[in-house]
């Protein structure tokens, strides 16, 4: 009888010592994020309530988030790249296609000296790091790919640039899934994974709604400590006054009808090695070369579509929800697609180059074009239903 009570009394004190161990740890963590928030949100010049609900801060240039990572601290800021930035043959797929209206209103936009960052709430910040942790890392259940990627055969171990234009379309996801179109730059694979993406992505559970958003992603091991959306974290460099990262998108494409489309590009600047993110011909700013551990050239380029859910739920759709069937406003497509190798010159991918994959098949798929049509040059398409992917 003793015995049962000891071991009864040896069990309460087991459980609550846990309690008490994982109160202060969530205190803690509670600190930390109110620490990390206050990083992020800086003192405004100004600030613009959008009429989309959500804040967006004008911050003094040279004191925006970027310059508290402590690679950073003696980083010299880069106003404009040191390439030409020249408008590409990507103009216009006539009547059937428009840009997507983005980033802050003329009137809106920052005052000189200041950079536009979305203001982040402790909710996005708490979720964002639990979605890090949970699903983003690639080989984790739920998360498929449907991508063209162009590969490192000897003579083209190095690329210094991707670029191409996208549709853009609002997919029905549930609150835990994501879904993603974007093109990247990478060097190594798993913990030694070095990746900058930009791109679209409908993802309630980093902006609480059901819009589809502007982001960019980067890490130097895979997510393990470093990386993130957005501004969810400190490394990109803002410069431009008026596109912000993690801004809604005001109108998307209709199937079969009109299109709503932007261009990115993705460029490793020649002297400072800064790889810059511009939209069009406007520069949006850097991912400084001193926050990656192996970026000094790329090892892959691509485009595609990413989708997350939860273990053992459906999945979402990717792209515009069909597969790719060679009509472009049907299924989602990067047109004009380019890619920059030590030539710094934009090149258009040949089929030798180029490894199309799905994770996936009956849930998604990606097929490339080449450059069979004068109206959309090199392009591909990618997507698919998603659904029960046997998973
Ligand atoms: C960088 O990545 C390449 C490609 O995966 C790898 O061969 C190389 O060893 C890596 N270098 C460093 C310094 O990690
Ligand atoms: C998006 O909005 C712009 C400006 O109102 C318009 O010109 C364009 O046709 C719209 N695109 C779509 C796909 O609705
Ligand atoms: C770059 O790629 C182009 C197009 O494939 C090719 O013609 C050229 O030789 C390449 N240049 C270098 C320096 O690799």
């Known amino acids: 009888m003793m015995n049962i ?10 459980i609550t010592g846990h309690r008490i161990d994982s109160m202060q740890n969530s205190v803690k963590e509670n600190l930390d994020i109110e620490r990390e928030l206050k990083l992020i949100n800086k003192t405004p010049v100004k600030s ?8 967006v801060d004008c911050i003094d240039i040279n004191k925006q988030p970027a310059f508290d990572h402590p690679l950073l601290k003696n980083h010299k800021l880069q106003r404009k790249p040191n390439f030409a930035n020249k408008i590409k043959k990507d103009n216009v797929m006539k009547s059937s296609t428009s840009e997507a209206i983005f980033g802050l209103d003329e009137k809106d936009q920052c005052p000189s000296g200041s950079v536009p960052i979305r203001r982040t709430n402790k909710n996005e910040l708490i979720r964002a790091k639990s979605y890090f942790s949970n699903v983003l890392l690639q080989n984790s259940p739920g998360f498929h790919v449907a991508q063209v990627t162009l590969r490192t055969v000897p003579k083209y171990f190095s690329y210094y640039g991707v670029g191409g234009t996208s549709s853009i379309y609002n997919l029905k996801v549930e609150k835990d899934q994501s879904s993603t179109a974007m093109m990247w730059v990478i060097k190594g694979h798993m913990d030694n994974l070095n990746l900058i993406g930009v791109g679209w992505h409908v993802a309630p559970y980093i902006y609480e709604d059901d819009a589809t958003h502007l982001f960019t992603v980067w890490t130097t091991d895979n997510f393990k400590n470093t990386g993130c959306f957005n501004l969810l974290c400190s490394g990109f460099v803002q410069t431009n006054k008026k596109i912000y990262l993690g801004g809604r998108f005001d109108n998307t494409s209709i199937y079969g ?6 261009t990115f590009s993705i460029i490793q600047d020649p002297d400072t090695k800064n790889w810059w993110l511009i939209n069009k011909n406007q520069n949006i700013g850097y991912f400084p070369a001193s926050l990656f551990s192996n970026l000094t050239s790329a090892g892959q380029v691509g485009w595609g579509g990413k989708t997350t859910t939860s273990p053992g739920s459906p999945s979402p759709p990717m792209g515009s929800g069909y597969f790719p069937d060679n009509v472009f406003n049907h299924a989602c497509y990067f047109r004009h697609v380019t890619f920059q190798n030590d030539s710094r010159q934009d090149f258009g991918p040949e089929d030798y180059l180029v490894d199309t994959f799905s994770d996936k098949p009956n849930c998604y798929s990606a097929e490339f074009y080449g450059n069979e ?8 398409q990618f997507g698919g239903p998603g659904g029960r992917c046997n998973d």
Request: neutral net charge; hydrophobic residues 50%; charged residues 10%.
């Open 373 to 380: 049509r004068s109206d959309v040059g090199y392009c591909l």
């Open 257 to 262: 009808g009109v299109m709503a489309e932007i």
């Open 48 to 55: 613009i309530h959008t009429k989309y609900g959500y804040i």
């Open 5 to 14: 009570l000891f071991i009864f009394m040896y069990l309460v004190a087991c």
